[in-house]
Nanobody
Framework: EVQLVESGGGLVQAGGSLRLSCAAS????????IGWFRQAPGKEREGVSC????????YYSDSVKGRFTISSDNAKNTVSLQMNSLKPEDTAVYYC?????????????????WGQGTQVTVSA
């Protein structure tokens, strides 16, 4: 069974940190780009970050560049997103997605697999 299981969301004050994890199973991890997009109430989806599991190339949106770091542990089939200097505008449900290329974070409907989402809330 294919699964992407997110963990690590929660409530944090502005300026704080959270670490999200996405554990993948049921497919060849090294063949996919895995990343995160987010959706806040009343707002459009926003691609946040992505990593190519085969070569480690990473992508970040301008809104998180310099604050978020994505990493991959291929031995554990896990992708993590370290989020520092969090801002209230980072509040959203964060979804892990897997697809052929990192463009799936901007176009998640094209992704092969989705996680269930994890809530991140940043208070002012």
């Amino acid at each position: 069974e294919v699964q992407l299981v997110e963990s690590g969301g929660g409530l944090v004050q502005a300026g704080g940190s959270l670490r999200l994890s996405c554990a993948a199973s049921g497919f060849r991890f090294d063949d996919y780009a895995i990343g995160w997009f987010r959706q806040a109430p009343g707002k459009e989806r926003e691609g946040v970050s992505c990593i190519s599991s085969s070569d480690g190339i990473t992508y970040y949106s301008d809104s998180v560049k310099g604050r978020f770091t994505i990493s991959s542990d291929n031995a554990k089939n896990t992708v993590s997103l370290q989020m520092n200097s969090l801002k209230p505008e980072d509040t959203a449900v964060y979804y892990c997605v897997a697809g052929w290329a990192c463009s799936v974070t901007d176009y998640p409907d094209d992704a092969d697999y989705w996680g269930q989402g994890t809530q991140v809330t940043v208070s002012a």
